[in-house]
Structure formats: C-alpha cells, structure tokens
Antibody
Framework: EVQLLESGGGLVQPGGSLRLSCAAS????????MSWVRQAPGKGLEWVSG????????YYADSVKGRFTISRDNFKNTLYLQMNTLRAEDTADYYC???????????WGQGTLVTVSS | AIQMTQSPSSLSASVGDRVTITCRAS??????LGWYQQKPGKAPKLLIY???NLQSGVPSRFSGSGSGTDFTLTISSLQPEDFATYYC?????????FGGGTKVEIK
C-alpha cells in the first residue's frame, strides 16, 4: 500500500526557515517524480515544486523560486522541502504527491500545516 | 506560465443532475490535463488524466473531454458523495498550474 507521510510543519516567524519531510512507502520511490503542492486556508491548490526520480532535475513555482529547495534521499525514501525567508503568504497546508508520467498525482499525503506569523 | 481558468467557481445542483465544469488554458496544452476532486479536510483525488482517461476505481459517471485549450469535466448523474471541490491541473510543462476550483454544493 502506497503511503506518504508529511512532517515538519508548524509555526514560524516571517523571515524564518522550516524543513518539511515526506516519508514514502509501498512503491519504488526512486522511480517516480515527486512534488509539493500547497493550499492556503480556504483557498485553492497551488503546485510548489517538483523533482525527478534521481533528484537531478528540480522545478519551482515563481512564487517560491530562490527561497525554497526541494530534495530527496532515495536511500531513506524521503522527500524534503527546505523553506527559507518565509512570508505570511506561505501559510498553507503542504502536501507531498507522487507523480506518474502521462497520468498525474495518483497518491497524496495527508498534509502538514505551515503557519507563518509573528 | 500557463494560466488555467476554471468555471464556474461554484454551482448548486441536486442529486441526479448532470453537471459540467470547464477549464480553459491560456495556450494549447494538447491533452495534458487532469481533474481532481477534493473534499473538506482531505487530500485531492485524481479522477481523470490525459483529459479523458478515467483513473482506476473512479465511477463511470465521471468523464472528461477536450484538447488544446478547452476542457470539460462532466458528472452524468450527481451523487451525494460527489459534493466537493473540483480542480483542473495542466501538466504540459513546468510550472504546473491548477485551475481556481469549482465548488459543487447541494441545491
């Protein structure tokens, strides 16, 4: 059974940093692109960042480029999102999701809440 | 970045109604579009991929159509469990972008 379990969310002050983790199981982690998708309270979905199976290629939304870094550890089957210079508008539930080429996000985690506030 | 314009933003419908949601891309995206359903407090769920392919386990009352810039999600006979918010997502290139969402409410 595929499982994605996010952790690392919490309350952080503006300008601060946070690292999210997503522990994956039930599939060959290194074979799949992975992404982070976020949802601000009461708002729609926003794709944030994606990474290839090897970790060699990364992609970012313009809203986080230069502040966030996606990475993965294929030995630990874990996806990461390092978030720096956080802003109030980064407050959201952050989901990790497994991407299947020519299909889409077929599995999602339960989300972890990041709150940026003083 | 490609913009995805989804309409309507909300609708009210009754059980048994036929419901249609549309998504328009700011440029041609072939058939690189998926549809997702999200219920309150839950993660999104993939319904349709490559514009018209039904994801495994999704009821056949859901269908998708379109290519290029205009796409449609249709629910042929709305069921109580279908009241949710629906999003389109293009995967033609990066950055991926979602539509703004359509909230389907009970009339």
């Amino acid at each position: 059974e595929v499982q994605l379990l996010e952790s690392g969310g919490g309350l952080v002050q503006p300008g601060g940093s946070l690292r999210l983790s997503c522990a994956a199981s039930g599939f060959t982690f290194s074979s799949y692109y992975m992404s982070w998708v976020r949802q601000a309270p009461g708002k729609g979905l926003e794709w944030v960042s994606g990474i290839s199976g090897s970790g060699g290629t990364t992609y970012y939304a313009d809203s986080v480029k230069g502040r966030f870094t996606i990475s993965r550890d294929n030995f630990k089957n874990t996806l990461y999102l390092q978030m720096n210079t956080l802003r109030a508008e980064d407050t959201a539930d952050y989901y990790c999701a497994k991407w299947v080429i020519d299909m889409g996000f077929d599995y999602w985690g339960q989300g972890t809440l990041v709150t940026v506030s003083s | 970045a490609i913009q995805m314009t989804q309409s309507p933003s909300s609708l009210s419908a009754s059980v048994g109604d036929r419901v249609t949601i549309t998504c328009r891309a700011s440029q041609g995206i072939r058939n690189d579009l998926g549809w997702y359903q999200q219920k309150p407090g839950k993660a999104p769920k993939l319904l349709i991929y490559a514009a018209s392919n039904l994801q495994s386990g999704v009821p056949s009352r859901f269908s998708g159509s379109g290519s290029g810039t205009d796409f449609t999600l249709t629910i042929s006979s709305l069921q109580p469990e279908d009241f949710a918010t629906y999003y389109c997502l293009h995967d033609y290139n990066y950055p991926l972008t979602f539509g703004g969402g359509t909230k389907v409410e009970i009339k």
